[in-house]
């Protein structure tokens, strides 16, 4: 595992940016803070945090509580209906699509991902790769493919009425990706 | 018994006029929609170039030969392809149902959702399952289902089909959609596009969390993992993975492919090629009983119902067993055929397709799909121009399929009018003569230019919007022999195929040819016996007459005896090149039909290789704008030569038109049959033709040459339509 290059980042970020998602670097140490500020940007008031060892270590939880946001890390399914936001980690992101990818069966991740009206995807930088086709190799690598897997690309979006483009349907009206610094 | 035979062929005659009649009117219909002319009209228009765009850095050709192999190797091992499949899913706790026909499928999930007790079911796009008409038993059932990808939606209120594979209600304006979500939601709906969104969220979101069931369509199913992949852009497609205890896919045998990693080379194309999307904003996979949330008040979390219907009925398996038909399978259902059809661009899938599949591929889903009926109906809206086959991600023949299902609708219901001229056509003499009495009887002059508005006997009918030509008084047959061909040094011998336009219409550019090959040393012979090339009878699927030209014209054209063969009209080349396909292998008529294919060259491309290209020409300033003939640049490959030998001929200067290769809309007897829809795209060609201010359009075909001089005539625009041989004979004061 090595930190992603500024090369890959700003690949990964311009990728993003250009489908309707935002993009930011934080570092391990900051990243509570990075999410809590980015959910108090847009007035987020609650949201649905799915736990990992990244999340814990790194202290998001208390960072958004103190930063006055009800944050649910159980019963997901039922506060994800009503909160605004929703944060979980992917784990692995594709720089060249601006892609966030899921490797979990973790229903919880997957309510946090698509219930809530804004979604934060935290990615390890070491985790985003150059290319769509090494994801896939990586992917079918795998021991077991796991009960679900699912690629992210910006906010949700349609173009069914009258061909126009219009962001946020059933899924988030808006996306955050934060790329945290490994080391 | 006679009298019996006959009733059934006059009803079945009947019949076949009261389809075509009410397809006539779906078409007036459809153009008269003008929310469909401008949103399918500039999505059509637009797509080319942001489809390019979204395949900056990728592979297309090297990708499309990545699909056609692993799709055709899943076709080859379709049985364990279902097998492995099953074993997979099953292994991680899902549930396959495997169904041999719609029916039983059907009847399994109306068991299914009655034995769950499912009340509500929210279902995410699924063509398969319409081909079950799930909605519809279901909702007889007393079951609600909600359809929840927007397009899907609103056409489920509207109560209608989808007018496009991947974007189904392209046919309604934000209008119609504020009306119809002010019915459902009983509350005022403004005709603001991103309101209306907001709306969709809102009245779907209760859906989504109450449902019983999920239902989703597979793009693609991997055997040896037993994964399915659903690409989503709204989110619904998620939302009804995530929810919902019981999750049911229904895909068709088609959807499989062995490896996971085979999978990437569809999602690549899959995107590009159907929304111009580098990829969409969701890909979700789910293999085998995933985990969702049983109880949301407990948290309790376990595995879902995860249930797969494959359906395998008879249609499927007849396109896997016809050779011709079963590259059918590697379609991935991106719709670009759709997208650059200039048919479909302006009469849309409700016209050109069925309740369930749209446009060129979807023509032949319906034919072994949904309703053999519609299939013969639409079949013969296409202009067989072979756009469609340059961005087909899975690079399918789909002009030669629509053409095959042509032939099978003609030998299985014969039109006798049809056929009647078809076999005029092929019975030389009596064509010949049809034509000479043609070129008396016809009207005189209009405005003092050549062209009549009324072309007799089975050729009436082609002139609404445009003016066609003259037939000619003395036919090119009968002026050749009085031709003098001066050659100093004779290089070789040339034998010219005229064709219909060129021994009856165009005779001067008959003319031309000889005396541009007579320049450069060749010696051209013009045999009296030819006939008809058998294009007009190879389109409208009638096979027996097809071959029957193609007889008289190997005796008649003796390629042995020559070097070459030249024809200024590609579709005659084209049909050319077919005739060995009409005799069997080994037999002497397939041997004589493959030196004359062999033989045969288009005008442009022969006479470059025989060394015609030349810094020559009057110097006189002429704006040139070139217009590509579909057969020309598609079929045969020839684009360059014609521009390097008008380029390189002095005075002339070439500006390029937009869409140059979009056809003109004559495709042969297509004018005839749907002369509403060819006369748009001709329109459509008129003023991409008149932006470029040319002096000039040149061509290479006479079929394109007598449609674009018609437009521009009855427009009054004094713009000349000029054949390149024609051009360089003039030009190089040849004549």
Do not use: I, N, R, Y
């Given at each position: 595992m090595s930190m992603i290059t500024d090369e890959l980042y700003e690949c990964f970020k311009t990728n993003l940016e250009a489908v309707g998602g935002s993009c930011v670097r934080s570092s391990k140490a900051e990243l509570g803070k990075t999410v809590a500020n980015l959910f108090k940007g847009i007035d987020i008031a609650d949201a649905c945090l799915v736990e990992s060892p990244l999340f814990a270590e790194a202290g998001v939880k208390a960072a958004m509580e103190a930063a006055g946001i009800e944050t649910h890390t159980d019963h997901i399914r039922l506060h994800g209906e009503t909160d605004k936001g929703g944060i979980s980690e992917a784990q692995y992101g594709i720089a060249e699509l601006g892609t966030l990818v899921q490797v979990s069966d973790n229903i919880d991740a997957r309510i946090a991902a698509i219930m809530p009206e804004y979604y934060i995807g935290v990615v390890k930088g070491s985790a985003i790769v150059p290319e769509y086709d090494e994801m896939f190799f990586k992917l079918a690598q795998l021991p077991e493919i796991p009960g679900f897997m699912g690629f992210i690309t910006g906010p949700s979006r349609t173009a069914d009425i009258e061909c126009v483009s219009t962001i946020?349907?059933?899924?988030?009206l808006k996306l955050t990706a934060i790329v945290v610094d490994d080391e | 018994m006679a009298v019996l035979v006959d009733e059934k062929v006059r009803e079945e005659q009947e019949l076949q006029q009261k389809r075509s009649s009410e397809l006539k009117q779906e078409i007036h219909d459809a153009l008269d929609n003008t929310t469909l002319a401008r949103t399918l009209g500039n999505f059509c228009k637009t797509y080319p170039g942001r489809r390019l765009k979204s395949y900056e850095g990728i592979d297309f050709e090297g990708n499309r030969e990545k699909i056609k192999e692993v799709k055709s190797y899943a076709a080859d091992h379709v049985d364990e392809m279902i097998e492995k499949f099953t074993t997979n899913c099953e292994k991680r706790g899902g549930h396959v149902f495997h169904a041999h026909s719609t029916e039983e499928g059907m009847e399994f999930i109306r068991q299914l959702v009655k034995e769950k007790g499912v009340k509500t079911i929210v279902k995410s796009k699924s063509m398969a399952s319409e081909e079950l008409k799930f909605n519809h038993v279901l909702g007889d059932d007393g079951v609600l289902v909600q359809e929840t990808d927007l397009g899907e939606f609103i056409i489920a209120l509207e109560g209608n089909t989808p007018?496009?594979?991947?974007?189904?209600?392209?046919?309604?304006n934000k209008e119609q959609v504020a009306d119809l979500f002010t019915e459902y939601t009983k509350v005022e709906n403004k005709p603001i596009i991103s309101e209306e969104v907001k709306t969709a969220r809102k009245v779907m979101r209760e859906k989504f969390i109450t449902a019983d069931m999920g239902v989703s369509g597979a793009n693609v199913a991997v055997a040896e993992t037993g994964t399915v992949f659903t690409m989503t852009n709204e989110g619904n497609g998620r939302m009804v993975g995530t929810l919902p205890k019981i999750h049911l896919y229904i895909f068709g045998i088609e959807k499989f492919v062995d490896k996971f990693e085979d999978a990437r080379y569809i999602f690549k194309s899959l995107p590009r090629n159907g929304t111009c999307q580098r990829i969409t904003s969701y890909i979700s996979m789910y293999t085998g009983a995933n985990e969702v949330v049983l109880d949301k008040e407990t948290d309790e979390k376990g595995p879902k119902d995860f249930y797969c219907v494959i359906l395998d009925d008879p249609g499927r398996r007849a396109i896997l067993a016809e050779p011709e038909f079963r590259q059918m399978y590697e379609c991935i259902r991106c719709g670009a055929c759709l997208d650059v059809c200039p048919a479909f661009a302006l009469v849309g899938g409700h016209v050109f397709g069925s309740n369930v599949y749209t446009g060129g591929i979807g023509t032949m889903l319906t034919h072994f799909l949904v309703s053999d009926e519609r299939a013969e109906q639409i079949q013969n809206i296409c202009l067989q121009c072979g756009r469609c086959k340059e961005v087909c991600a899975a690079g399918l023949q789909i002009p030669e399929m629509i053409m095959k299902l042509r032939e099978k609708s003609a030998e299985e219901h014969p039109n006798n009018i049809k056929k009647f001229a078809l076999d005029a056509v092929s019975d030389r003499k009596l064509f010949h003569s049809m034509l000479r009495i043609a070129s008396v009887a016809q009207a005189p002059f209009t405005k003092g230019q050549p062209f009549i508005r009324h072309l007799p006997?089975?050729?009436?009918?082609?002139t609404e919007g445009r003016s066609f030509p003259n037939i000619a008084k003395v036919p090119f047959r009968d002026i050749f022999p009085t031709m003098i061909q001066k050659v100093p040094e004779v290089k070789g011998n040339i034998a010219m195929f005229g064709g219909c336009l060129l021994d009856f219409v165009y005779t001067d550019l008959a003319q031309d040819v000889i005396l541009d090959l007579n320049s450069i040393g060749y010696k051209v012979d013009f045999p009296m016996d030819q006939a008809c090339c058998g294009c007009p009878a190879s389109n409208m699927g009638d096979v027996e007459n097809a071959r029957k030209e193609a007889e008289i014209n190997i005796e008649a054209m003796h390629a042995e005896d020559y070097d070459y063969i030249v024809s200024a009209c590609p579709s005659c080349t084209h049909q050319i090149r077919q005739y060995p396909t009409f005799f069997e292998e080994g037999t002497e008529m397939h041997k004589r039909a493959v030196t004359l294919a062999e033989k045969t060259f288009d005008f442009a491309k022969l006479f470059v290789m025989l060394?015609?290209?030349?810094?020559?020409?009057?110097?006189?300033?002429l704006k040139v704008t070139y217009h590509d003939s579909c057969h020309l640049k598609r079929?045969?490959?020839?684009?360059?030569e014609q521009r390097d030998l008008l380029s390189h001929t002095k005075g002339v200067e070439i500006v390029e038109m937009q869409d140059?290769?979009?056809?003109?809309?004559?495709?042969g007897s297509y004018s005839v049959l749907y002369p509403e829809i060819s006369a748009p795209i001709l329109a459509n060609k008129i003023e991409n033709i008149k932006e470029t201010c040319a002096d000039c359009v040149a061509v290479d075909c006479p079929g394109c040459m007598m449609q674009i001089r018609g437009g521009l005539d009855a427009r009054d625009i004094p713009m000349e339509v000029k054949h390149t041989a024609t051009i360089i004979a003039e030009k190089r004061g040849l004549r």
């Open positions: 946020g349907v059933h899924g988030p | 007018v496009h594979m991947v974007m189904p209600a392209l046919h309604l006997m089975f050729l009436s009918g082609l060394g015609g290209l030349a810094d020559e020409g009057d110097g006189k300033e079929s045969l490959g020839v684009f360059q140059s290769d979009q056809c003109c809309g004559f495709g």
